[in-house]
């Protein structure tokens, strides 16, 4: 499955580069891509393991870039 979100004060390209790179590493992403210009966020990951998967992005999203928030 992949969806898109919305992201609300991803600062810069290197941060946005820097968050794609940490959030490919989690288990159960298939992909991930930032676009800073657009402030979107697609994510693919299997149906099933979807929801526990946007948690962990969500999760880690907060650890690596704290004025970040994805926008569900």
Do not use: H, S, W, Y
Not at 13 to 23: D, P, T
Not at 24 to 44: S, Y
Not at 56 to 69: F, H, I, S, Y
């Amino acid at each position: 499955m992949r969806k898109v979100f919305k992201l609300d004060e991803i600062d810069c390209a290197v941060c946005a580069g820097k968050l794609e790179e940490a959030i490919k590493k989690l288990d159960g992403v298939q992909d991930a891509k930032i676009n800073f210009l657009t402030q979107k966020l697609t994510l693919e990951a299997a149906d099933e393991e979807f929801d526990a998967v946007l948690d962990a992005v969500v999760k880690l999203t907060a650890d690596v870039e704290p004025d970040c928030e994805i926008l569900r």
